[in-house]
Structure formats: C-alpha cells, structure tokens
DNA sequence: CATTAAATTTGATCTAGATCAAGATTTTTG
DNA sequence: CAAAAATCTTGATCTAGATCAAATTTAATG
C-alpha cells in the first residue's frame, strides 16, 4: 500500500499502541482502493474477508430484506467497518456502498487475526474497538425501541450540532433520504417531521439547520449520554 | 467460589480454551450469588465492575427513558452479559434484572482484563465472543427495522421451534409481556398477532404453542439466516 | 382453597407513521 | 445551460400498532 496512508491510519486508535513491525506488515498485506460514489462495496451474506477502514469519503451500511431496505449507520473517516465478521470469518451481515467518492483500505482478515495472537496492544485495541461498536448497536436499539421518530430526530440534530462544536448553525452531512432510513421513517416522514421541529426553534434549509431555541429542543428530545453520546 | 460451578462454567467457550492456572484464578476472585426473581441486579449508568455469568435461571436485560421501558434481551444458562461494557470500563448501557430464581457468577472486570493480557486463548475466545454479541445486536436491529411485528412474532417462532428440536411443538421460555416488549410491541399486540398467526396454523395455549401447517407460516415469515440465525 | 394480585385477552378508539400521488427543488449530465 | 433525473416536499389517505377500558384467565398468597 502507498506510503501516503500508512500515517494516518497508525493514528487510529486500533493501530496507534500497536508494534510498529507489526504494524508495518499488516500495512504490506493491505490494498489501498479508491472508488467511485455509489459502489456496492460488499453485500451480505458474502465471506468477510477483510476489515475495511475507511480513509476518506463516506460508506454506507445497510441490509435488505423481502424488498425492504434500510440504512444501519454510515461511517466516515478514518474509521473501521464490519470489525465483527472479520473477526469471526461469518458472513457479513450487512451490505456496505460508497455515498462519496471513497478511498478505503482493506486488510486481509487473515492478518488481523495473526497479528492480534502475537501482538496483546493490537489484541487490546481490537477488543476495545469491538466493544465499542457493541455498544453503540445497542445505544441505536434503544433510540429505536424507546422513542419516536420526532424524538429520535430531535436527538441526531443535537448530537450533530455537539460534533459541529455547539454553535447553532451547521449542517447534516447526510441526505435525507438516507438520514430518514437511518432513524427508521420514511423521507415523507423525516420531512414532516422537520417541520413540526419549526415550533422547537429549527429551522432547515436544504441540509443546514439552524438552532434557535437550544433549551426548547433540549426539552423535547430529553438527550441522554447512554443513547447518544458515542464516545461512552 | 464454590468447586460446584467451576466445571460448568469451564465449558463455556469463552472459558474452554485458556490455560487452567488463569482460570483459576478468575475463579478465584469471583463470587457465586444466588438472586430471587424480579432483583434488580444492575442499573443503567452504573459503573460495571463485574462480568456476569448465569449459572442458572434467567436474566431480563432492559432499559428506560423517560418513562418508558423495553426489553433488549433475555440472557439463559449458561452465558455472559454485559461483556463489552466491563471491557471498556465504561458505564453500563442496560439494566439486569432475574426474571426466575437465578444463579450468578460475578467476575471483577479487573481480573477479566488482566488474564486479557496475559492468556492469548483466552483473549481470542473474548474476542470471538464479543464479536457475538455485536453480531446478534446487528441481527435484532435488522428485525427491528426490516420487518413488521407480525413477521417478528411469526420468526420468533420459527426460531424458537428450532431450538426446541423442530418438533411442531414446544413453549415459549418467558412471559408474554416480556416477548413482546423483545419483540418491539405492546402485549396487547402481540395477543392480537398470535391471533392472527391461527390463519397460518399456529395454535396457542398458554405458553405452548402448536405448528400445524409449517409452509404456510414459512412463507409468511421468510426467515433468513442473516437475521435469525444466533450461531452465524 | 378462597382471596388477591398479576397477566392475558378482547373490544373500541386513536394516532404515529406509511403509502400513494403530485409538485417543487436540486443535482446530474449531455 | 438546457434537459433529464434525482431528491425533497406537500397533501390526501390508509393502516399498523398504541392506548384506554374492561373482562377473563392464570398465578401467587394468606
């Protein structure tokens, strides 16, 4: 893989303690590959052969059944995805496409697994970030199964303003379309929904939002940090 | 702890491979507990100090916001719980309750984490088994957003008669208010949905059910492995 | 075993959110 | 930049599932 990447990826928490030997092996075995918005990088059910880590751009993962579709997160850089399947060599459970024009790098499941038996910082990094992504499956099934669609709106938007630096404008770095899936409604919905938010001091313009009535929001959405903060 | 457990607990995956000094160990620093139904043996936010083993029984995991409660999962001998919050040290994300009389081993995340480091096998079995989790959590948000209460309950049942050797018929382990919050609905629903499934041969009589035309009620639930298969 | 309490079921009604069908915008592309 | 294609929005309608209230069954307790 070029030379180009190596640094940044060393800086993910997955890699940072980790032997720089090993490190720099792992990086040997790797492919760097940029690819085109819209690209279906992997579908479901097929064997993970390798953990992807997500350079720039933006993927999206989701999953399909009976002619339903529905977006399950969206990761964006420089982080990992489908860690999980990797790790036990199952099928994938999800199906992964570029929103963006992507650059991502994929390392042979196989060296994972050999560099986390020799390697306990590796070992440790790869447990914490797995832990990680457990709980952060769980905090999205208890936004599902505990609030409505309003509240779960309502929550995103203070969430991204948080990631935005709390100022009152920014902007969704999503389409509707695929935020509405992700929350779980219907474009027609999250676009209604949007606007019942006008009586909470939001308003909306293409993708930025503004945030007038920070306290009125926060009364709706009620935000808790063991749904939505993603650090915890 | 007493001797009694160890064994049992020895053939745990998670436990089956380490060496047998570490695992003595763990046992060691552990402590065996037996709970009535309905403790609330920990609450969300809490920090998590222990990994939980059930022995025997069976635990309710569940969690609330504002108001409002739901069931995430129901944890039978012998497994683990809240794994990935005693590995990141972080708070935990669910509440814990005994839904029977129930057997408990707690072992100190401390300990856990120090034979982590030091047990290769046993870091892999970690490993793998939080791979697991996440796996499944990823399978309950599929179901969750893919498909429609009915489809839920109507898999639900496939699944469990799976479990049960695929016999027509078998018993549901938990009480009907407790599947249908799992399940993502209110009891009153899933009173009308077992209901409904009668169209599709599904004969119900307290906890027992009764699968009389299999296609039938196959072809309404579509099962898919990728989403209800708890071993891939 | 009678009493009380809890869980389940049933019926009536309500509502959040889905679906369908057009428009209105925005984005993409020749 | 104009045409075509998406995306987003709005309105009308429909429906899965929630809520409320009451009856019935089942389980727990003195």
Known sequence: MPE???????????????????????MRASYVQ???????????????????VVVSGCVE???????????????RPVSTFILAA??????????ARTLEKSRIILIPSQDVQAVF???????????????????????HTKD???????ERL?????????????????????????????LGMTPENLSRALKKLRAYGVLVDGQIIAISKQEELERLAKPNRLIDDASL
Not at 160 to 178: D, T
């Open 144 to 150: 599902l199964k505990l609030r409505t669609a309003l």
């Open 61 to 75: 993962l989701f999953s399909s059944w009976n002619g339903r579709e529905s977006t399950l997160a969206v990761i």
């Open 34 to 52: 940029n690819f085109p918005p819209q690209l279906e990088l992997i579908s479901e059910g097929d064997p993970s052969d390798f953990l992807h």
């Open 86 to 95: 990797s790790i036990r060599n199952g099928p994938y459970l999800m199906s």
């Open 154 to 182: 309502a929550n995103y938007l203070l969430t991204q303003q948080k990631q935005a630096g709390n100022g009152s404008n920014f902007s969704i770095p999503i389409e509707k379309r695929h935020l509405a899936s992700l």
């Open 117 to 139: 038996d020799k390697d306990p910082k590796f070992a440790r990094a790869i447990v914490e970030e797995l832990a990680q992504v457990c709980r952060n499956a769980t905090k």
């Open 4 to 26: 180009l990447d190596a640094p940044n990826i060393r800086q993910l928490e997955l890699f940072k303690e980790m032997d720089g030997t090993h490190f720099d092996a792992l």
